[in-house]
């Protein structure tokens, strides 16, 4: 799974963050049949561990809703969730934008209902 997250990050426009973006949220979603999954990226305006709404204030989506990462596997939501994880933090070790991700004062991953994990903060 890590080749395709890392090819589908890699095209997003991550060469031009907007200054006021703080933080990056990896959003996932279920298909509500436990069988198809997607993710976006958004970039917010805040960052506070404390706080998950942190993630509502989205200032760029980097064109991931249009261009959602996609993927099939027949699993819980929770076995989905810690598989992503471990890509996403895997990506953040050796990515090509793992720098410019980490260069913002956090980046954390959740379902858009759930909680969020923070992957990573200064």
Same mark, same amino acid.
Request: hydrophobic share 30%; glycine share 6%.
């Given at each position: 799974m890590y080749e395709e997250v890392s090819k589908w990050i890699d095209n997003l426009p991550l060469q031009s963050i907007p200054e006021e973006v703080t933080a990056f949220c990896f959003n996932l979603y279920d298909g509500c049949d436990n069988l198809h999954w997607s993710m976006e990226l958004i970039g917010a305006s805040r960052f =506070?561990?404390? =706080? #998950?709404d942190w993630a509502c204030d989205e200032i760029t989506d980097f064109e991931s809703r249009t261009q959602e990462f996609k993927w099939t596997k027949e699993a819980s939501w929770d076995v989905v969730f810690a598989e992503m994880l471990s890509t996403l933090k895997e990506?953040? #070790?050796?990515?090509?934008? @793992?720098? @410019?991700?980490k260069s913002k004062h956090g980046v954390g991953a959740g379902f858009t209902e759930g909680n969020i994990e923070i992957l990573y903060s200064k």
């Open positions: =506070d561990v404390d =706080d #998950e990506y953040l #070790e050796k990515g090509q934008y @793992a720098d @410019a991700l």
